[in-house]
């Protein structure tokens, strides 16, 4: 079983930068991936923003890339999504994830949500 719980968002300028933060009840370096997700208003699915897998590679939604970055704190059981050069069109509930080996195969977990709304 894997907690997370999130933390930042809020309402921004377009062009302006939030981070967000999320602690997992567990050591991220144990788990088979980590990452952020996003619903837009009026979407049922949630959208990839970015991902790391167990290469340590990063990857990014085309959407974000060169303006998101995503990283962790092994210690702190931390991972965060600092978000740059922010667009209304950024605007959304994220959500951090994370994937955790099972015996059969992996369990999802998910953070609680967060809104960040990207307006003038």
């Known amino acids: 079983q894997v907690q997370l719980v999130e933390s930042g968002g809020g309402l921004v300028q377009p062009g302006g930068s939030l981070g967000l933060s999320c602690v997992a009840s567990?050591?991220?370096?144990?788990?088979?991936?980590i990452g952020w997700y996003r619903q837009a208003p009026a979407r049922e699915e949630r959208q990839l923003v970015a991902?790391?897998?167990?290469?340590?590679?990063?990857r990014y939604s085309d959407a974000v890339k060169g303006r998101f970055t995503m990283s962790g704190d092994n210690a702190k059981n931390t991972m965060y999504l600092q978000m740059n050069n922010l667009k209304p069109e950024d605007t959304a509930v994220y959500y951090c994830?994370?994937?955790?080996?099972?015996?059969?195969?992996?369990?999802?977990?998910w953070g609680q949500g967060t809104q960040v709304t990207v307006s003038s």
């Open positions: 991902v790391l897998l167990d290469d340590n590679i990063v």
């Open positions: 994830h994370a994937a955790q080996l099972t015996a059969s195969g992996h369990d999802d977990y």
């Open positions: 567990v050591s991220i370096s144990r788990l088979k991936s």
